[in-house]
């Protein structure tokens, strides 16, 4: 009974959930062609023309820097998908649902999503390699013939990284959600959302994220001066920038949208506010 009250809420909210779905899948599967390419050795030793220890640098950044970007992503739909079934979850308890039974529920849900847009990504990352793959090749003059999408290697990493995150997601929401009153679960819509109006931070936010994006993106131009350590200044300098930056400016339209009772009160907007 209490699965075919956790179905209908799922199919109540198939907007909302096939959004975030999308986005995991294709998170897996960006992943999934950065893996194949980065870690195939046919790929690597077809590009020795252009220095293979250079190569294999920017690779190796690039997937830590994917692997950053995809967690963060993962962290933000986890909280939104446990946003929006909270109250349905308080629901059952009402109707006298335990709580190690919702417990086991949600962590399921958690677990299933994330292998189904994983399995899902990983289909679409061959297709996706193939092409990026060939592109890849023509643009650099690489001498490789039969390069496939398919590579077993990162497919095994990408089913480990993305398992253990939705794995660790599926714990933590387990753990918020039982240790949460139903009357909480019951008002989550009604929470009031604290957002930090510092101006004098968004500022210095701002100065600093470009100063660190200028150094980035002039490191990667002095790359015949720099060298390798081009790559490394660029990786740090411009993922800081970028964050000092997109959260300054992301937070201040934010508190403007907020401020315009008009927009905020429309539809779902004060909910979406929320949740960003």
Do not use: C
């Amino acid at each position: 009974m209490l699965w075919k009250l956790s179905l209908t809420g799922l199919k109540s909210r198939f907007k909302d959930y096939a959004v975030l779905f999308s986005g995991l899948t294709l998170a897996a599967a960006i992943f999934y062609m950065f893996m194949t390419i980065a870690i195939n050795p046919a790929f690597l030793k077809g590009s020795m023309a252009i220095a293979f220890s250079i190569t294999q640098m920017v690779f190796i950044f690039g997937i830590a820097l994917l692997a950053i970007i995809t967690l963060v992503y993962i962290v933000y739909a986890n909280s939104f998908l446990l946003s929006m079934r909270k109250k349905d979850y308080g629901t059952y308890m009402i109707l006298g649902a335990r709580n190690s039974k919702i417990g086991r529920l949600i962590f399921t849900e958690t677990v299933v999503i994330g292998l189904l847009a994983t399995a899902l990504g990983i289909l679409i990352g061959i297709g996706l390699t193939q092409v990026v793959s060939q592109l890849l090749i023509s643009q650099l003059g690489l001498q490789l013939h039969k390069f496939l999408g398919f590579y077993l290697p990162a497919i095994l990493w990408t089913v480990v990284f993305f398992v253990v995150l939705f794995f660790l997601a599926a714990i933590w929401n387990r753990h918020k959600l039982v240790s949460t009153s139903v009357i909480k679960l019951l008002h989550e819509d009604q929470k009031p959302v604290k957002l930090r109006n510092n101006r004098i931070w968004k500022a210095t936010e701002v100065i600093l994220g470009l100063a660190l994006l200028a150094i980035g993106y002039w490191a990667m131009w002095d790359y015949h001066q720099l060298q390798i350590k081009s790559v490394e200044i660029g990786f740090v300098t411009i993922l800081a920038g970028s964050y000092f930056v997109f959260d300054s400016v992301f937070t201040t339209v934010i508190n403007a949208l907020r401020k315009n009772k008009k927009f905020k009160y429309s539809k779902l907007h004060s909910f979406t506010l929320g949740q960003l």
